[in-house]
């Protein structure tokens, strides 16, 4: 899967920084696809939580300036995406510490589960109903950025 434009919610800033997770989440697939030991794994996963983090805290001090309705309900789904990845972190560490039955240290499913709740319930969804009030209240954050 490739990140195509369509998938941008019209912020640049913000899509930037979504078609930079997308990246994280495409090299985590791949490293999983090649069956790299899973303290390779671990690093890429440490990579996409940490940007992950950042993102997270840019929409939500974006939302709380702009004062987004729907501020809290949209922290939450934060909330519940940063649990998600501090569960396949536990799964990773488990297999690096011999704790987990031998087999693949992140399953394949988990993370395609984890990409769909990020990217087409999360970004596709919430992250499209914030910017349509954004749209809507505070035009000029909307669109390319004038050259
Ligand atoms: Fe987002
Ligand atoms: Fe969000």
């Known amino acids: 899967m490739k990140w195509d434009s369509s998938f941008a919610i019209g912020i640049e ?14 090299a985590i697939e791949n490293s999983v696809t090649k069956r790299d030991p899973w303290h390779i794994l671990r690093f890429f996963l440490t990579q996409m939580s940490d940007y992950m983090k950042f993102h997270l805290a840019v929409e939500e001090a974006l939302l709380e300036i702009i004062r987004y309705p729907d501020y809290a309900e949209h922290c ?6 940063m649990e998600q990845i501090a569960e396949l972190q536990d799964q990773l560490e488990k297999a690096g510490s011999g704790r987990a ?25 919430s992250d499209r109903e ?15 950025r004038p050259a």
């Open 13 to 26: 800033a913000i899509d930037n920084q979504h078609e930079k997770i997308f990246e994280h989440l495409l």
């Open 76 to 81: 939450v789904e934060h909330a519940r995406l």
């Open 101 to 125: 039955p031998v087999g693949q240290p992140l399953p394949a499913e988990n993370l395609v589960d984890f990409f769909e709740d990020w990217f087409v319930r999360h970004v596709l969804s």
């Open 130 to 144: 914030y910017a349509a009030y954004v749209k809507e209240e505070f035009p000029a954050l909307f669109g390319k």
